[in-house]
């Protein structure tokens, strides 16, 4: 099983970016996918969350309007669309998956907001 996130970098605040988490080692069709990110000194938080078919079930209220999650199961990749973003959004961003009970992570993605 691999993940591997991209998309990160360094963007104003205001801006938008698009992060991509691609997997293989699995059938990603049958799994739920998540993002999540952590800032310095923080703990990892839930940013969203999207079933194998692609509903949406979970959606932190600190995002909540700006961040879109979303996948293409013919690419085995996820998405979080990131838009309005603040500087408190700065974080290394995270996907993960669970499977036979087991969690699976990304080795993480920088966004960093700041003027």
């Known amino acids: 099983v691999q993940l591997v996130e991209s998309g990160g970098g360094l963007v104003q605040p205001g801006g938008s970016l698009r992060l991509s988490c691609a997997t293989s080692g699995f059938t990603f069709s049958s799994y739920a996918m998540r993002w999540y990110r952590q800032a310095p000194g923080k703990a990892r938080e839930l940013v969203a969350a999207i079933t194998n078919t692609g509903g949406i079930t979970n959606d932190a209220d600190s995002v909540k309007g700006r961040f879109t999650i979303s996948r293409d199961n013919a690419k085995n990749t996820v998405y979080l669309q990131m838009n309005s973003l603040k500087p408190e959004d700065t974080a290394v961003y995270y996907c993960?998956?669970?499977?036979?009970?087991?969690?699976?992570w990304g080795q993480g993605t920088q966004v960093t907001v700041s003027s």
């Open positions: 993960k998956t669970i499977i036979g009970g087991r969690n699976y």
